[in-house]
């Protein structure tokens, strides 16, 4: 008889884990790896998504945390969620690809608007995707995130954002209202 696996367990990033971070972080969104997955950024953008330097300072910020979700002692998924006033900023969103479909997103989502709405007193969850990731933002509408029709330019020119592949590359801002978000 085989043991069933263990429920997934929510806890902090530290120090520890910047390299786990960043090879799952990589490979949900780059190359070859995020392909597998239905969240790839691959077909807009080349390049790196994250770096060692730059998990380890978003650890480090005041009211700023990167979300695990790990099974058995796996990492399968990640987010970053700050403090900014009385909105919560979500980001650096990454589930393995081979574990993507099953649910673990939405867990991991829910987390951290917990963290938001019951640990920081946050009226709301903010984001900023790439608008040609529709899927991705029909995935974020279906879990009560809206369109606000604000866009932000992309960084082209700088790197640490990747590399384009196209030249119409921007963001739109997603808002949840956190205040009537179920528990």
Request: net charge neutral.
């Amino acid at each position: 008889m085989t043991t069933p696996p263990l429920a997934p367990v929510f806890r902090c990033a530290t120090q520890a884990d910047i390299p786990a971070v960043v090879a799952l972080v990589e490979s949900a969104y780059r190359g070859d790896s995020g392909r597998r997955g239905w969240t790839t950024e691959a077909n807009l953008l080349d390049g790196r998504r994250t770096d060692e330097a730059d998990v380890g300072a978003v650890i480090a910020r005041p009211d700023s945390r990167i979300v695990l979700l790990e099974r058995d002692g796996r990492l399968l998924a990640s987010c970053h969620v700050e403090r900014q006033g009385d909105a919560a900023y979500f980001g650096m969103f990454a589930v393995d690809p081979a574990q993507q479909t099953g649910g673990l997103g939405k867990l991991l989502l829910g987390e951290a608007e917990r963290i938001a709405r019951e640990e920081w007193h946050c009226r709301a969850m903010e984001m900023t995707v790439i608008v040609q990731r529709h899927e991705l933002i029909a995935w974020y509408e279906r879990r009560g995130y809206r369109r606000t029709g604000t866009y932000k330019p992309f960084p082209y020119g700088d790197e640490r954002f990747g590399l384009p592949r196209r030249d119409d590359l921007r963001f739109e801002l997603l808002v949840k209202d956190l205040a009537g978000a179920a528990a």
